[in-house]
């Protein structure tokens, strides 16, 4: 709670920053250096010091979700990371699959994800396709959207992987990761104007 707080409170004193610049890539960057102190505050929190963050945004085309801010480790960092979110078979899908940020974008529903001891699939999602990178290190991730305030699209998705199986397992949990991209939410939507 008192990091929800701290977190609504720096985030309250910079968004005005946010929607008075008018330089796109400006508020691209501010937006980004809002995030990474907010990740900061988040992974100083203890249950989440093993954890990794990344928050995937939509293409232009909104075909696609990419990369577009990370901290952390375990992460999912590949650049070439993609979750289609377009209509049709995805390019990089052929069956049509849109992962599991990909489909948390499109309905926006909370999934927790545990991977099976290959490291390379899942135990509970038939959305999860393996990592670009290969094997990886994380036991388990939660994959919660960002809502926009302006309409009914998501506007990304956060991701928080750990290296812990069991760690999102608690309802509490849940709630705190929903509220955090809650929180970040605000600072997404300057990105969209």
């Known amino acids: 709670a008192a990091t929800l707080i701290e977190l609504d409170e720096w985030i309250l004193l910079n968004i005005g920053t946010l929607y008075t610049t008018e330089d796109r890539n400006q508020v691209v960057g501010f937006s980004q250096n809002l995030c990474r102190r907010a990740f900061q505050k988040i992974l100083s929190v203890r249950r989440f010091r093993n954890c990794g963050l990344a928050i995937y945004l939509p293409d232009l085309e909104r075909q696609t979700l990419r990369p577009w801010l990370n901290a952390g480790s375990p992460n999912e960092g590949d650049p070439s990371l993609t979750f289609f979110v377009g209509n049709g078979l995805g390019p990089f899908n052929p069956s049509g699959g849109r992962g ?34 290969g094997t990886v290190s994380y036991r388990s991730f939660i994959s919660v959207a960002i809502t926009r305030g302006r309409d009914d699209a998501n506007g990304g998705v956060l991701c928080i992987y750990s290296t812990s199986y069991r760690i999102f397992n608690s309802q509490a949990v849940v709630v705190l990761v929903e509220a955090i991209a809650q929180r970040l939410s605000s600072v997404i939507e300057a990105c969209y104007r």
């Open 100 to 133: 599991v940020a990909g489909q948390t974008y499109l309905d926006g529903e909370t999934r927790v994800v545990h991977i099976n001891d290959d490291r390379r699939s899942a135990r509970d999602s038939v959305l999860y396709f393996p990592s670009p990178m």
